[in-house]
């Protein structure tokens, strides 16, 4: 089920392509790999294509993180597959990549678009990247103590230990680069643009990204919203059941 795609510039993307069907694009969050998405590993009747970004999991690493470059990548790695229509599903950073995939990538057709706890647009301060950069390099337990637990609404002893061990797994500099690239990027302009069917899958108790934020851009932008409660930012982790079932009646339902 692991494979590896070499994309253009030498770089090895590892991803994970799972049974037959529709074909599904799962794209991981900021700081995460394709483990994320272990709920959704059985769905089926679904091609479930799942790669680690670059610098994340199991990829390698890269001189390169334009948001140009990420692009390129998921390009690269669906045209190797020979896949010409999808849906696609981002959790959080990665409903942001999906969503700039969805309306640049015109060789393909996408059904399909869905937001798991995704911004709107990521904002950062001057002074909250630095010292983001700065947590994330040098007072990486701190990090672990005051960032990861504000992912979860309850935030388990298994749950962060997965987190912490699959955020290990990638580079630093990946991640600080990530922010930079991203920091001031809109999806608004993007989600009226795109044709696809979009949902908006919100957590209720969401930290990293408000919950009324997200509920009052996406009411106007996307086609449904779909409120999960009790569950926090990472919530296909704390309610995997349910998030499945969301997201298999999402897919199966004809646009």
Known sequence: MEYIAIMSDGTRIVYDAIDYGHTVLFIHGWAATRAFWHPVRNLPGFRKIIPDLR?????????DYS??????DLSELLRG?????????????GGIIAAKFASQ???????????????????FSKLKLLNTAFLLRFLTPVARRTITPRTLYQPRKDLLE??????????????IEFLKTFNGVSIVEDLKAIKARKVAIIPKYDLAVPFEYQKSAYSELCDEIIVIDEAGHNLMLEK?????????KILSKEK
């Open 81 to 93: 597959l020979r896949v010409t229509e999808l849906s696609i599903v981002g959790h959080s950073l």
């Open 67 to 72: 948001l140009e470059r990420i692009l390129m």
């Open 55 to 63: 610098g994340h999991g199991d990829s390698d690493r890269s001189k």
């Open 105 to 123: 990538a015109s060789e393909f057709k996408v059904r399909d678009l869905i937001l798991v706890a995704t911004p709107p647009e990521i904002k």
């Open 162 to 175: 997965f987190i912490w061990r699959e955020s290990a797994k990638g580079s630093i500099k990946a991640y």
């Open 240 to 248: 995997p059941e349910e998030f499945a079932q969301i997201l298999n």
